[in-house]
């Protein structure tokens, strides 16, 4: 990614974040209170973790600006830059930040920024987990788009980022290309990652759904 693009971002989330727009108990904001825009924001609370999120849709696309913070005592990885095998493909830039990867299910369309665990067969070159590295009372801001049309026609969608306790003996210093160091990850950290998740967020209105 280039400086300019990174610098948008970064202008992006200063605006969608900032201090009266997402409270510690705001869990929505509907769309008529902003006539200027149509971004729904939502909070969700994990152990050690905090996720602030903003969806904005228009269209078949899906622009989501997230601030993850830690709010515990040790370092925490966050999954949200990719694998290995699509660094080595020349698919992502080592440390940018892909678009996610989906599920269909019964209740919805699952976006996922989560360590992953290895496919059975195993391939020639397995996708090993990214992750970036955030200290305690740290926050970090994110950004990344979706097609919408990758889903059912009017399905809800919600995302989910993966977290774990940063353990220096379970993680491996990888090449990074951009602003963020990245580290390899155990496959096994699909089964004992936290999930933070979005409530349902209904594209027809831009409204999360209540919990």
Known sequence: M???????AAVLCTVL??????????????????????VARTVVEGEGARLEVAFDPEGDALAVRYRVSNTGQDALAVFDRGDRHAVMTKKLVAGDIPAPRFEHGEDGLVLLHAARALPS?????PPVPLASKLAAGDSRDGAFAFDLSLGSAGARVRWCLGVEPFDDAAFEAADSAGDVAVWTASFDMAQTQQMLCTPWFDPATGTFEAG
Request: net charge negative.
């Open 121 to 125: 067969p195993s391939p020639t070159v």
């Open 17 to 38: 974040f900032a201090p009266h727009a997402v409270g510690a108990q705001e869990k929505t904001e509907p769309r008529q209170m902003h006539e200027e825009d149509h």
């Open 2 to 8: 280039s400086a300019t693009p990174r610098a948008a």
